[in-house]
């Protein structure tokens, strides 16, 4: 261990190279996985605050087959019935979903109507749903509306009852209201309550001409949330598996421009579990240091960029890219050092 700290500062420069590299490979990692869980969040976050047990959606027609899908799934009052009658389950709500275009005082913006029966709470304090609707605060901003307003949401008429924290869905910003108001919105056929339903409580099978899924599934639901969503965790697993590449590449080489000296340890009396721990301290030691500061500079460079991209900055975010690059780097350092300490010190020495 002693050896293994000198050599670092015996060689700055060549260590702050490796450890340059690391932080690198660090912040790119903790910017991809930002970015990531940013477009999730505007994907799902309305959808997560509810918090519903199960999600139950239906075919629009008796001659469809029912499939998971906020774009397809209709959801009639006999549906609606049969779920709420269903043994385990303790409250059913209809959800109504649909995209359309809001105008205000002075401007539009694409927005998300999510439809709730008259008097359902809404999540996070946003009051309850009827008497107008409840709009998200970056909608209000982008149209200049103000509690009262009057706006045109899908050619309704409607007033602002509240303004409301952000809340999105599949990207829009979320304007809260009633069944009736999305009915009119989205031109849903008579009978028609919803998109799907939401379940509390336990929902064993499902019912005829329905498919149902837990919360976490049915984001897949979402229109375009499954490519996305996997394309950019296929990033980060390429990501990672470039920066693992490139981590044992480096310590490899500085490992083995090391036997001369592990063997001078070796033939001086060291066990190999000695010269295995002290390596593997250097390695822990720089690519600690590097992943520390490419992680510090993914959470200062995600707090600029929120303003201007969806980036969810948090300790997940910022500290698991770094831990998992870090063990990735411990674990290619290990099966380099474990090699070096294999060679006869003999043959080592004479060769140098």
Known sequence: MFLSIREIRHAKGRFTLIGSVIALMTLLVVMLTGLTEGLGKQNTAALESLHPDKVVFAAPSDKEKPEASFSSSSISEGVLAQVKGESGVEEATPLGTTQTRMEGPTGAQPVAVLGMPEGTQLPEGRGTVGDGVVVSKTAAEETGVSVGSSITL???????????????????????????????????????????????????????????????????????????????????????????????????????????????????????RYLFIDALTQAAIVLGIGALIGALLGAGLGALAQGAVPFELSAFTVLAPAVIIWLLGLVGSALAVRKVTKVDPQRALAAA
Not at 162 to 169: C, G, K, V
Not at 218 to 224: H, K, M, T, V
Not at 229 to 246: D, E, K, N, T
């Open 154 to 272: 899908g050619g309704q008429n409607v007033q602002v009852k509240e303004i409301a924290e952000d809340s999105f869905y599949s990207h829009s910003p979320v304007v809260w209201a009633d069944t009736a108001t999305w009915q009119d919105v989205s031109h849903a056929k008579p009978g028609t309550v919803g998109t799907a339903v939401l379940v509390s409580g336990s929902l064993d099978g499902d019912i005829p001409g329905t498919v149902s899924t837990n919360l976490r599934k049915a984001f897949d639901a979402l229109p375009g949330y499954a490519s996305e969503h996997g394309s950019l965790v296929s990033m980060q697993g390429f990501l990672y598996g470039i920066s693992a590449l490139v981590t044992v590449s480096f310590l490899t080489v500085w490992t083995l421009q090391r036997t001369r000296e592990i063997s001078v340890l070796a033939a001086l009396g060291a066990s190999k």
